[in-house]
């Protein structure tokens, strides 16, 4: 069964065009405008490049709508899907008020290794709790611990089983929590099913969005550092 990110970890982007640089300069300019500087965030990274992790971990100003929806949601209890080196977490962590949770799901040990290494030097180990393992195998796990429900999920894991991971987030999920979804547009081959099987996942996932009578739902398309793409945010009732 693969996990966490197994295929968009490896297969190349179809969302990259044209206007990459123009896009990502825009990026660059909304950090220095309105984001802080922020060593710790910059370590994070650092760490996933020196342990040679993939770069594809959400952009900061992707990673700051993700903080302040969880903050507007007063969340305090936040599933995250696909860990990575930590980047997305920090930012999630951060939101929480004291005694907030953070479940981050990592599929690769020598990723969750650096995750955890980057949690603990942002000084937020006592509020995330990393599991280790396929994602459809640890969330029945969370369930069955009574662990949620949680107030904002975040997934950006393997494309192909959005649709399933869609299920579990609103099954841990209170009424009133955000589910959000990383990667749907895909530079527009969202469109096309047969383009690859993340484009298929991607494709999918919008569909059962879309049946689903307790789940208020749009997508929102985006481009910036990381090419043309976008989220899925939903809210469920």
């Not at 490896?10 to 896009?23: F, I, K, N, R, S």
């Not at 929806?69 to 930590?86: D, K, M, N, P, Y």
């Not at 977490?89 to 990592?106: H, K, N, S």
């Not at 569909?207 to 985006?222: A, E, N």
Request: aromatic share 6%; net charge negative; proline share 5%.
């Amino acid at each position: 069964m693969r996990g966490a990110d197994d295929y968009s970890r490896t297969a190349t982007p179809v969302y990259l065009g044209p206007m990459d640089e123009q896009w990502a300069a825009v990026d660059g300019f909304v950090e220095e405008a309105l984001h802080r500087d922020d060593p710790v965030l910059d370590s994070v990274l650092e760490a996933g490049r020196l342990a040679g992790l993939p770069q594809i971990q959400v952009s900061a100003p992707q990673a700051k709508l993700l903080q302040m929806l969880a903050r507007v949601t007063g969340a305090q209890r936040i599933l995250e899907i696909g860990t990575l080196a930590g980047y997305s977490g920090v930012w999630l962590a951060r939101a929480l008020p004291e005694g907030g949770r953070l479940v981050t799901i990592e599929f690769d040990p020598d990723h969750a290794a650096v995750a955890r290494s980057n949690f603990e030097t942002a000084g937020l180990a006592d509020k995330v709790d990393l599991r280790l393992g396929a994602a459809l195998d640890v969330l029945p796990m969370i369930e069955a611990e009574g662990v949620g429900p949680f107030d904002l999920t975040f997934i950006d894991a393997d494309k192909p089983n959005n649709s399933n991971y869609l299920e579990w987030a609103v099954k841990l999920s209170r009424p009133g929590a955000f589910v959000i979804l990383d990667n749907v547009v895909r530079g527009g081959a969202v469109l096309d099913r047969g383009a690859d099987a993340n484009a298929a996942g991607a494709h999918d996932a919008l569909l059962w969005l879309g049946d689903q009578p307790g789940l208020d739902s749009t997508v929102i398309q985006t481009v910036g550092a990381k090419g043309y793409d976008g989220f899925a945010i939903s809210v469920v009732s």
